[in-house]
């Protein structure tokens, strides 16, 4: 059974930080491209960042390109969300998914498993 658990949310204040991760199982995780989305009341998931399955391509949004970095480390079957510089705008659930194949895609639809998400508010 595959299963994907999302962690290290909850409140900060602006400018600071979070580690999220989401640790995979029943699937041979390293096979996987996965991505963060996140997803605000009345508003479509966003993909916020993305890393191919070899660790080598990554995406982010510009909205946070240069404070958030995205990581795996395949023997855990774990990805992490280093967030930094934390805006209210940040405020999501935020969700873990993976994507058998190489290479990310943006759009939600393309992704085969997702966990659960964690909240993550940020007030100002």
């Known amino acids: 059974q595959v299963q994907l658990v999302e962690s290290g949310g909850g409140l900060v204040q602006a400018g600071g930080s979070l580690r999220l991760s989401c640790a995979a199982s029943?699937?041979?995780?390293?096979?996987?491209?996965v991505g963060w989305f996140r997803q605000t009341p009345g508003k479509e998931r966003e993909l916020v960042t993305a890393?191919?399955?070899?660790?080598?391509?990554?995406y982010y949004a510009d909205s946070v390109k240069g404070r958030f970095t995205i990581s795996r480390d395949n023997a855990k079957n774990t990805v992490y969300l280093q967030m930094n510089s934390l805006k209210p705008e940040d405020t999501a659930v935020y969700y873990c998914?993976?994507?058998?194949?190489?290479?990310?895609?943006?759009?939600?639809?393309?992704?085969?498993?997702w966990g659960p998400g964690t909240q993550v508010t940020v007030s100002s």
């Open positions: 890393i191919s399955r070899s660790v080598d391509i990554t």
């Open positions: 029943g699937m041979p995780f390293s096979k996987y491209a």
């Open positions: 998914a993976t994507r058998g194949g190489m290479v990310w895609v943006l759009t939600p639809s393309g992704y085969d498993y």
